[in-house]
Structures are given as structure tokens and as C-alpha cells.
Nanobody, 122 residues
Framework: QVQLVESGGGLVETGGSLTLSCAFS????????IAWFRQAPGQEREFVAH???????KYSNSVEGRFTISRDNAKNTVDLVMDSLKLEDTAVYFC????????????????WGQGTQVTVSS
């Protein structure tokens, strides 16, 4: 089945940049919408950004203008370029893949990676 592996997390100072990558395997990459979520300690998991199989994208208000999501269909990867990082960006970032043929609320054909830690310090 589909597997997702995140990488690129680490420690960065405020105002700095970091790029996360999500490697997709076990399915037809172009049939999946890919999203990034994040979860800080004691907080609910929240949406960060997504890129659809069509290439269309969306960002949460908190990251719009600072983060850029993209997909490479040749490599089956999705990147999240994070610029102008803030302390509140500190969280575990998760990659999510959901089939384009199911609704956003469906629990079927919906997969998660293990997460990668991003820590922003001053």
C-alpha cells in the first residue's frame, strides 16, 4: 500500500528557511492529493498546505506567503519550502496522501507519514 516518508526537518533560527520532502511509494502518485499537516505539543493537528494531483495548491492563513508547496511527478515527491520561519512554526510536520477519488472526510485511501520535527529557535 501507499507509504510516505518525510525528511528535511531540523533546527533553524527565526527568519531562516527549511525544506521538507515527502517521498511517496506503493501507489499511483498522480492519483493522490498530497498535503502537509503539523502538530505542536498539546495542540491539535492542523492543516498547512496541499497540492492536488492537478497541481493546484492551497495554504493555511498562517503560512501563506511564507511557505511553498510543490510536487515532482517524476520523482514521486512533494516538497514544502518554508521561508521566514517563526517560533510558532515549531511542530512535527506530517505528510498526507489522499486519493483524488474520495471525499476529504473519507477514511479510505488516506495515508500518513511518520512525521519530521521542525524546531524554530530565536
Amino acid at each position: 500500500q501507499v507509504q510516505l516518508v518525510e525528511s528535511g526537518g531540523g533546527l533553524v533560527e527565526t527568519g531562516g528557511s527549511l525544506t521538507l520532502s515527502c517521498a511517496f511509494s506503493g501507489g499511483t502518485f498522480r492519483a493522490y492529493n498530497i498535503a502537509w499537516f503539523r502538530q505542536a505539543p498539546g495542540q491539535e493537528r492542523e492543516f498547512v498546505a496541499h497540492v492536488l494531483s492537478s497541481g493546484n495548491f492551497k495554504y493555511s492563513n498562517s503560512v501563506e506567503g511564507r511557505f511553498t508547496i510543490s510536487r515532482d511527478n517524476a520523482k514521486n515527491t512533494v516538497d514544502l519550502v518554508m521561508d521566514s520561519l517563526k517560533l510558532e512554526d515549531t511542530a512535527v510536520y506530517f505528510c498526507n496522501a489522499r486519493s483524488r477519488f474520495v471525499t476529504v472526510t473519507s477514511s479510505q485511501h488516506n495515508y500518513w507519514g511518520q512525521g519530521t520535527q521542525v524546531t524554530v529557535s530565536s
